[in-house]
């Protein structure tokens, strides 16, 4: 998942965070012959099933080979954003945070494939009325790091914070659905928060029982309940702004101390019971995360066993390009390398709709789009597949179209029937990316120089990297192209199409500003069904229908290269996450 949303994040980085895959396996695979190996072994990028209570009880399964004892040392150059559970929206942060939090669900990973299972729940979830009522009970024997049991009324004052103010960047899903609200500006009109008394749509009948009533059905409750924002949160524990820093814990460790932009220590959470976890162990006895050190350097120590680099691991960092020749040539440092499919993460050229209206010069755009040339500069086919959907594979009820079948280095003439079909002749076109590597920058020559072929001057808009995000996404951004990451916010189709393609959208969530009537209705209508498989097959079949407009260029299915110390086991790039799962991680004997 991306540092701004799930659902669609700036990506003039791809150059920088997408890095070369140097093996078809991961660390885990290659070096411990570990079962929680990455799918990317085979290339192939799985969703992830629904677990029955039997798969929810814990303890989770052994990773293979795994020890106790010993200190993890992750390195990451730069430190949490947010460690709030209610505020985390980051695919990264939401693995990490496993290690002190727990959710009502979460995916219990297992030789790569993920199943969503209950984790504080004994399952994934009862719906009744058509999907407008949830249930769901806890288990016994689940505690907090002082030892307190965890209530259903802990998880109700959780989900009541999402619409509290300062909580604006986390997931909007539990205040949009429990309000029936389109968006959050609206439901937190309803309800502000704790500070407004309690949320009658979330019932607590006991402690270990809580209901959710939505006013319109929901399918993807189960999903939506492995979020942080879903984890418990104790009111006598609420620090405001200080939870950012130190939240209370749930998981197999708890935060003993949090240096901002420092260091982050945790320690063994004695109250933590593996019996009732599905997902986590309690390998090492510590973690210590440090931040500031370039990415560059740490690898350098961990590829060649310097200093702390033989228990040292990068979560957040992928391989830098510089250390792609040397990795490769040495069988050792091939070893350390950790590789796989970036859950369901897509990387696309955005098209605005509302500067580029014509389809034809929009399809004229997709012939002339040099994915193979783009992707060479990125660093080769490996930084991932090249993709015909605007959907990921690893999406629940993806299926495979082409709409408009291209070669890999593009189609100039093809390209030009279509500009010849334009109301009006195009001569000039923009594009924007963030000057923040050497990369980018080859990437915006080489898009420069596909369209000349086609006699369009592509104007370039180099920005930078702080002010991209706020320029290209929000307000009438003069720019007609830009490339971006996208994914969904779980892995199914429910978070693609509706937040991202409805007309009455903002610039934020509709960025390209897609507008088609007929697919307004069509998503008013699905919105509406209760049944989760039945509602994915409905958005999967309208996903098809969007993209004949082409209101994007799909470009690669994502893949992601991290780093890992010699004396590190467990090291698998978590399906669903797209990084490192630290959950699974262990020191192996000196």
């Known amino acids: 998942m991306p540092q701004f949303s799930p659902r669609a994040a700036a990506l003039p980085a791809l150059a920088t965070t997408a890095a070369l895959l140097l093996c078809s396996c991961s660390a885990g695979a290659a070096a411990d012959g570990s079962k929680n190996s990455t799918a990317a072994r085979s290339g192939k990028r799985l969703t992830a099933t629904l677990g029955t209570a039997k798969d929810s009880a814990g303890p989770a399964p052994a990773v293979p080979g795994a020890r106790p004892g010993g200190t993890v040392t992750v390195a990451n150059l730069v430190d949490y954003t947010h460690l709030d559970p209610q505020k985390i929206y980051s695919g990264e942060t939401y693995s990490t945070s496993l290690l002190w939090g727990r959710q009502l669900t979460q995916y219990q990973v297992v030789d790569g494939k993920p199943k969503l299972v209950g984790d504080l729940a004994t399952d994934t979830g009862t719906p009744s009325d058509g999907g407008r009522t949830w249930t769901y009970h806890l288990k016994d024997g689940i505690a907090w790091e ?10 109700k004052y959780g989900i009541e914070r999402t619409f509290a103010p300062g909580f604006e960047a986390g997931p909007t899903y539990w205040p949009e659905w429990l ?5 959050r500006t609206t439901a937190v009109q309803k309800y502000g928060g704790p500070e407004d008394g309690h949320l009658d749509a979330i019932e607590t009948p006991d402690d270990k029982t809580i209901v959710f009533h939505f006013p319109r059905p929901q399918a993807d409750v189960p999903y939506m309940a492995a979020q942080s924002s879903s984890s418990p949160v104790r009111p006598d524990k609420d620090t405001g702004t200080g939870y950012d820093v130190k939240p209370f814990a749930t998981g197999p460790y708890r935060i003993a101390e949090h240096r901002q932009n420092r260091s982050l220590t945790l320690e063994r959470n004695p109250h933590w019971k593996p019996e009732t976890d599905p997902i986590r162990h309690q390998y090492p006895d510590r973690y210590e995360f440090t931040f500031g050190k370039q990415t560059l350097n740490t690898a350098q120590e961990v590829l060649n066993g310097r200093g702390a680099g033989r228990t040292t691991v990068s979560t957040k960092n992928e391989l830098p390009p510089e250390l792609y020749a040397t990795a490769e040539r040495d069988p050792a440092k091939r070893k350390l390398i950790v590789s796989g499919s970036r859950g369901a993460y897509t990387n696309d050229l955005y098209i605005k709709n509302s500067r580029v209206t014509d389809p034809e010069v929009r399809k004229a755009i997709h012939y002339l789009f040099p994915r193979e040339q783009a992707r060479q500069v990125l660093g080769g086919p490996h930084v ?7 959907s990921s594979p690893a999406v629940v009820g993806w299926k495979k179209y082409d709409l408009y079948p291209v070669a890999p280095t593009g189609d100039i003439a093809k390209a030009k029937e279509h500009l010849a079909r334009a109301e009006k002749k195009v001569t000039t076109l ?7 590597s050497p990369q980018a920058d080859r990437l915006a020559q080489v898009l420069a120089d596909a369209f000349a072929e086609a006699g369009v001057k592509l104007v370039i808009k180099r920005l930078e990297p702080a ?3 706020n320029e290209v996404f929000r307000g009438p951004a003069p720019y007609d192209m830009w490339l971006s990451t996208n994914s969904v916010d779980w892995p199914t189709p429910s978070t693609l199409l509706p937040d991202s393609f409805h007309s009455k959208l903002d610039a934020l969530s509709n960025s390209i500003r897609y507008a088609n009537p007929a697919v307004d209705r ?3 209508r699905i919105a509406a069904i209760g049944d989760a498989e039945r509602k994915a097959e409905a958005l999967i079949a309208l996903e098809e229908q969007v993209m004949k407009d082409v209101p994007v260029v799909p470009f690669l299915y994502s893949s992601t290269t991290q780093f890992r110390g010699a004396g590190i086991g467990g090291a698998a790039i978590h399906p669903i996450y797209g990084s490192i799962a630290a959950v699974d991680l262990y020191v192996k004997k000196p």
């Open 146 to 155: 002082d030892g307190k049991p965890i209530t259903a009324e802990h998880v």
């Open 467 to 469: 002010a991209f995000h």
């Open 430 to 436: 923009t594009y924007a990316y963030s000057a923040d």
């Open 522 to 524: 069509e998503l008013e």
């Open 384 to 390: 991932g597949d090249l993709a015909t959907t605007l």
């Open 179 to 183: 309000t029936g609200s389109e968006d």
